[in-house]
């Protein structure tokens, strides 16, 4: 228990020493706030002065709420003056502005304020900043008369308007019959259209037969001539040129004789025709050497002379054209 002395406490006495403290610390601020606040006027008041120009009708009357537009020269944004007395207080309420050196209607800066009490008021000097939010004018204060947006002959001015009872509408039945009569028209055309469809008759028509195959030998000269016209051979491209003698004449043997020629080595596909005795001896003989010449450049870095791929290649017709199907069934050995 703390000791009483005096008819205090020794803890009461401490609480009362720090109280002291705290008081004597809030006078202080409050005494800095005041120095700020008194050297703030100076500093405001000597910023340049322009006046307001109201828009729209100057005589038309100012009444409480409304939205009072205000137009000064130059591009600024008006802001609360603050101060000991706010702008509330003193019978005003200030719209937010736009920011400087957006797009505006009428040349000049707009400065939006609404009186929220009548009697003759007096909008106070605001400062007018740049988009920096400097201060760099200030508006001449302005005299205006408020009138109250209440009627003089209301009996009741301080309470509200009582709210209406609610509205009886009328059925909207030209409404739904205009609806009803756009979908029966809608499901008609629908209906229709879903008949029409159903009897309409089917046109069948016959395929196009398809052109027979081309014969093989037909198709191993329109490949070996492409192959001429390509110039790989005069490019110095022989690898292309070579591969591609080689597998016309792999496709067209396969179908000319029924095996599988494509997927056969050279060596695979000399055998089979040797086995087969589909070619003569000769025949089997100048083939089994132009596919060795093939394959020397096909599959190694050979180059060869200058006339070789132009004679390969007259070589692979000339056997297309030695061993292509003779009409009549002759089919011996060539």
């Keep these: 228990m703390a000791k009483r002395w005096c008819g205090f406490s020794v803890r009461e006495h401490g609480n009362a020493g720090a109280?002291?403290?705290?008081?004597?610390?809030?006078?202080?601020?409050?005494?800095?706030?005041g120095a700020a606040a008194a050297e703030e006027p100076a500093d405001f008041l000597s910023l340049p002065a322009v006046d307001l120009e109201r828009e729209g009708d100057p005589a038309a009357p100012?009444?409480?709420?409304?939205?009072v537009r205000f137009r000064v020269e130059g591009d600024f944004k008006a802001a609360d003056p603050g101060g000991a007395e706010p702008l509330t207080e003193q019978g005003w309420s200030l719209v937010e502005q736009p920011v400087p050196g957006a797009a505006s209607p009428a040349p000049?800066?707009?400065?939006?304020v609404v009186p929220i009490k009548p009697g003759?008021?007096?909008?106070?000097?605001l400062p007018l900043k740049d988009a920096s939010g400097k201060a760099v004018a200030r508006t001449n204060p302005l005299p205006l008369q408020v009138v109250s947006a209440i009627s003089k002959d209301d009996p009741k001015p301080q309470e509200p308007v009582p709210l209406k009872p609610p509205v009886s509408l009328k059925f909207p039945w030209l409404a739904v019959t205009l609806l009803v009569l756009v979908a029966l028209a809608v499901a008609g055309l629908l209906l229709h259209a879903l008949v029409r469809w159903s009897r309409r008759k089917h046109v069948v028509t016959s395929p196009v037969p398809a052109s027979p195959p081309k014969p093989e030998d037909e198709v191993a000269l329109a490949a070996l001539a492409a192959l001429e016209a390509a110039g790989f051979a005069a490019r110095g491209q022989f690898k292309k040129h070579y591969f591609g003698i080689s597998e016309t004449l792999k496709v067209y043997l396969g179908l000319r004789y029924g095996f599988d020629a494509p997927e056969c080595t050279s060596s695979e596909l000399i055998a089979v025709l040797e086995d087969r005795k589909i070619l003569s001896d000769r025949r089997l003989d100048q083939t089994e050497t132009l596919f060795e010449l093939l394959d020397?450049?096909?599959f190694t870095d050979h180059v060869p002379a200058?006339?070789?791929?132009?004679?390969?290649?007259?070589?692979?017709r000339r056997l297309v054209l030695e061993t292509r199907r003779i009409s009549g069934g002759n089919d011996a050995p060539r």
């Design 19 to 33: 109280k002291t403290v705290r008081t004597a610390g809030v006078i202080g601020l409050l005494l800095l706030a």
């Design 62 to 67: 100012i009444r409480v709420g409304d939205q």
């Design 108 to 112: 000049g800066s707009a400065v939006t």
């Design 120 to 125: 003759a008021l007096t909008l106070p000097s």
């Design 296 to 298: 020397r450049v096909k």
């Design 306 to 316: 200058a006339d070789e791929p132009q004679r390969l290649l007259e070589e692979a």
